[in-house]
């Protein structure tokens, strides 16, 4: 079977000074995650893998250097699903985890399919994950950013929550990763910070199955990125699989997701990457920018912002 990877990390207005950084990134946990395909590793590994490395990357709101909430700390979401069994493991609103994905991979074992707050971190704790002190997630970008939006109390704390609107401050997102493996199974995964200034215990669409990713491994995965009120109310990654199951081309699906996406919902902003089960790939984005990286049997590593 053909291998292959994509990876985004992150929609929304990302500074032109930024841009650079978002690319290394990417093609660093494509470079990642592609070692684990082609050593015969699984999908799901390679996107534990490459998430991991997005996550320990400050360039991305996910993980170390993630946007803080209105209260001033960091509240992580992740999640991951193997197409081939339909599994699924999710965690939202952790705040002492550098690498939320890894808990996610230790829930889509065990026999809940999703742990929030302290809970979630309890699991962690008897899982053997290594916890830190919020304040070891925050970088003085974010906390200067915050600074300034406490003081000028410019941004009311209910407008905030609008991305379209917050992340032009920051310009940075959650990052994310399908990858299909030797033996034809595939696998989603992603993880964010997600809005910045948002109200403690707001759940975005990163970790919802079906909004922030799915996959089916007859059909193929999607992870989106954007203004997550948003695409949790079109539920966009299975719509988006569900125009592979019609017969869409990967690429056709993203760019119908997307449009769908904007149209449904005003203010209805992101970017969604695809990959079916023959290594083909889509992707699409209505914010300004999008950085990404992939890879597969068919094509030499590709990449952008
Ligand atoms: N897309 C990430 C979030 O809205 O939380």
């Not at 930024?18 to 660093?28: E, L, N, P, S």
């Not at 997600?194 to 995965?221: E, M, N, Q, S």
């Not at 109310?233 to 997307?258: C, K, T, Y």
Request: a negative charge; one cysteine or more; charged letters at 15%.
């Amino acid at each position: 079977m053909p291998i292959a990877l994509i990876i985004h990390g992150g929609a929304w207005n990302i500074p032109d000074e930024q841009v650079d950084a978002h690319v290394a990134g990417c093609r660093a946990a494509l470079a990642q995650g592609w070692g684990v395909l082609a050593a015969g590793g699984s999908a799901i590994d390679a996107c534990e893998a490459a998430v991991r490395l997005l996550e320990d990357d400050p360039t991305f709101d996910a993980g170390t250097g993630s946007v803080l909430t209105s209260a001033g700390v960091v509240e992580l979401d992740a999640a991951i699903m193997d197409g081939s069994t339909l599994h699924y493991g999710a965690v939202a609103n952790v705040r002492c985890l550098r690498n939320p994905i890894t808990l996610a991979r230790h829930v889509l074992v065990g026999p809940a399919t999703f742990l929030a707050g302290e809970g979630a971190e309890q699991f962690a704790a008897a899982q053997g994950l290594p916890l830190c002190a919020n304040s070891d997630l925050i970088v003085p970008r974010e906390r200067l950013l915050w600074e300034h939006w406490k003081a000028s109390q410019a941004t009311p704390e209910g407008e905030s929550h609008h991305k379209s609107e917050a992340q032009a401050v920051g310009g940075h997102d959650t990052v994310g990763a399908i990858a299909l493996d030797q033996t034809g199974r595939l696998a989603v995964a992603n993880s964010t910070g997600g809005t910045p200034f948002k109200h403690p215990g707001r759940i975005g669409d990163t970790p919802l199955i079906g909004c922030g990713l799915y996959a089916d491994g007859r059909v193929g995965g999607a992870v989106c990125t954007g203004w997550g009120e948003a695409i949790t109310r079109v539920a966009l990654a299975r719509r988006a699989v569900e125009l592979l199951e019609r017969g869409l081309p990967p690429q056709s699906a993203a760019e119908i997701a997307i449009r769908t996406l904007g149209r449904a919902v005003p203010g209805g902003n992101g970017g969604c990457i695809i990959l079916n089960p023959q290594g083909r790939i889509g992707l699409a984005w209505n914010t300004r920018r999008m950085a990404y990286a992939y890879q597969s049997e068919r094509t030499e590593a590709v990449w952008g912002c």
